[in-house]
């Protein structure tokens, strides 16, 4: 044998041996390669396709829409319930908005016992109670209406001392949070929207 043809066998067979074993695919059958992930059960895959039915008529449609219309209220109100910021009003959004919520929320406030003590003074101005009660009933009325403004004047001045303390490059306009400091300082601890994330007495 010449020493080419030599030379070639001897190419070829190292090339082989470099080359990785490819393993014996079964005759006459397609094998698919691994796809690296176990193959899902057959209830899972068919639980992933369900699609719920079209509706049978335009009544079950109204229906239908009715009762989803119905979950994305619910889930928008218990959202802004719970203070999150997808669901919240514009004016409820924002870290400022949110520290001058937990202010409020972390004092006792005048505005709950201002409409306590107005039921007092309703009563006490009715006609046929005497002179000396209805007297009573005036003097109160004047002496809450006058806590109610020293109340929103120290909330005022809590929140405009507190937020130049931690955002001072905040653009929020500081009449627009007295107003809302003060308005939710009004309502009732329990029915406040979003609901309080602090204590009364908390540090905030």
């Known amino acids: 044998m010449s020493p080419l043809f030599r030379r070639n066998n001897a190419d070829a067979a190292s090339q082989a041996a470099a080359e990785p074993a490819v393993p014996e695919q079964p005759a006459g059958r397609n094998v698919t390669p691994g796809k690296g992930r176990p193959t899902p059960k057959r209830k899972e895959s068919q639980r992933r396709r369900v699609v719920e039915p079209p509706p049978k008529d335009n009544k079950e449609a109204r229906r239908r829409m009715r009762e989803k219309m119905r979950a994305e209220r619910a889930e928008q109100m218990a959202g802004a319930r719970t203070g999150d910021e997808r669901y919240l009003l514009a004016r409820d959004r924002g870290p400022v908005r949110k520290l001058v919520r937990d202010l409020v929320d ?33 003097v109160l009325w004047f002496g809450l209406l006058l806590l109610m403004v020293l109340d929103a004047f120290l909330i005022s001045r809590l929140i405009k001392r507190s937020v130049n303390e931690r955002f001072p490059k905040s653009n929020e306009r500081m009449p627009a949070l007295y107003f809302y400091g003060v308005l939710r ?17 908390d540090e905030v």
């Open 106 to 138: 972390a004092r006792r406030n005048v505005g709950p016992y201002f409409f306590a003590g107005l039921l007092v003074v309703v009563v006490t101005s009715l006609q046929f109670m005497p002179p000396l009660v209805q007297l009573g009933g005036s």
């Open 185 to 201: 300082s009004l309502s009732f601890r329990k029915i406040r929207n979003p609901k309080p994330t602090v204590k009364i007495g």
